[in-house]
T-cell receptor
Framework: AQSVTQLDSHVSVSEGTPVLLRCNYS??????LFWYVQHPNKGLQLLLK??????LVKGINGFEAEFKKSETSFHLTKPSAHMSDAAEYFC????????????FGKGTRLSVIA | DTAVSQTPKYLVTQMGNDKSIKCEQN?????MYWYKQDSKKFLKIMFS???????INETVPNRFSPKSPDKAHLNLHINSLELGDSAVYFC?????????????FGSGTRLTVV
């Protein structure tokens, strides 16, 4: 079965410094991978997705992620953190078929310190 | 124009009551989902409907009953509410029953059972 592991439950960075949120996946096929963001008391917003095209994927708000098959990783990065980036981030893997749902990681809470 | 809208946003009710949460999407998507997010932010699939047909029914107490009157609506009815049902419930939709497209989420319904 497919799964994702978010390696850090909480990451804290200073404003203006780089962000790295780590995600490893497990899948017996070529998956699609996503990052979603959830701001406090809000719904989930799609940041970016990888669907077997370019391995470096650019998303909204300056975020990007790189798919590395050899490392089974899909880490999320941003060169310079902004206060508004403080939120919960979820790494997500697709199901094996159309009838199997997305599987969410447990989330990483990003704090940004002024 | 909200793409996926859920009502109500907040729901506080007593144990033993029956309540419903409504979800509507105006994206023309074929597939809709219900996810439950627990107090630790973990998201778990509950149900999925494709064109009004149930395609995913995870291990959920049969007190939970989804209903899809048409492909734009997926409602969730909960009977005999228990304290453990307190959570945030998210509705989502996708273009087809293929997770490669990613999901569009509603803003959530925070259910508190007292």
């Amino acid at each position: 079965a497919q799964s994702v592991t978010q390696l850090d439950s909480h990451v804290s960075v200073s404003e203006g410094t780089p962000v790295l949120l780590r995600c490893n996946y497990s899948s017996s096929y070529s998956p699609s991978l996503f990052w979603y963001v959830q701001h406090p008391n809000k719904g989930l917003q799609l940041l970016l997705k990888y669907t077997s095209a370019a391995t470096l994927v650019k998303g909204i708000n300056g975020f990007e992620a790189e798919f590395k098959k050899s490392e089974t990783s899909f880490h999320l990065t941003k060169p310079s953190a902004h206060m508004s980036d403080a939120a919960e981030y979820f790494c997500v893997v697709s199901g094996i078929s159309g009838n199997t749902p997305l599987v969410f990681g447990k989330g990483t809470r990003l704090s940004v310190i002024a | 124009d909200t793409a996926v809208s859920q009502t109500p946003k907040y729901l506080v009710t007593q144990m033993g009551n029956d309540k419903s949460i409504k979800c509507e999407q105006n994206l023309g998507h074929d597939t809709m989902y219900w996810y439950k997010q627990d107090s630790k932010k973990f998201l778990k699939i509950m149900f999925s409907y494709n064109n009004k047909e149930l395609i995913i029914n995870e291990t959920v107490p049969n007190r939970f009953s989804p209903k899809s009157p048409d492909k734009a609506h997926l409602n969730l009815h909960i009977n005999s509410l228990e304290l453990g049902d307190s959570a945030v419930y998210f509705c989502a939709s996708s273009q087809v029953a293929g997770a490669n497209y990613g999901y569009t989420f509603g803003s959530g319904t925070r259910l508190t059972v007292v």
